[in-house]
């Protein structure tokens, strides 16, 4: 498999006030901030345009389960399927199911250190 990850999809992190947090950014860092956190919009070699998203969270949330970090790294990755065929083979635990949406596929796996990780196949074109 030639290509595995493409770039960093989103930082996820857990935080007590989300919405103080994202106004400090917004106010001390100058980020465009939304419900979501902040997007940041780039282009790949070939000129494709692409996004980065970074995200607080609440500290209770539960999406970075089973990990017990405080954050979670998104990365872009090309043909999910397969990428989550080889990490298997090669011993990666999967957390979930492969679930898809207009903007893309997801995927979960931990790292060694138990750190969940999202991985994205992108579908860029539904935020423009």
Same mark, same amino acid.
């Given at each position: ?18 919405? %103080?947090?994202?106004? /400090?950014? &917004? ?7 939304? &419900? ?6 780039? &282009? ?9 998203? /970074? ?32 990490? %298997? ?18 995927? /979960? ?10 991985? /994205? ?8």
């Amino acid at each position: 498999m030639k290509n595995r990850v493409t770039g960093l999809g989103g930082f996820f992190f857990k935080t007590s006030n989300p919405e %103080k947090v994202k106004e /400090w950014y &917004k106010t001390h860092l100058g980020l465009n901030t939304d &419900k979501y956190g902040c997007t940041f919009w780039w &282009k790949d070699e070939q000129g494709n345009d692409c996004s980065t998203q /970074w995200s607080p969270m609440n500290e209770d949330t539960q999406y970075f389960k089973p990990s017990t970090s405080s954050f979670m790294m998104n990365f872009r990755v090309e043909n999910l399927i397969e990428l989550l065929e080889v990490l %298997k083979k090669e011993g990666v635990t999967i957390v979930g199911e492969v679930e898809e949406y207009d903007y893309g596929k997801f995927g /979960w796996i931990l790292d060694p250190d138990g750190n969940k990780l999202e991985l /994205w196949e992108p579908n860029d074109k539904v935020f423009l």
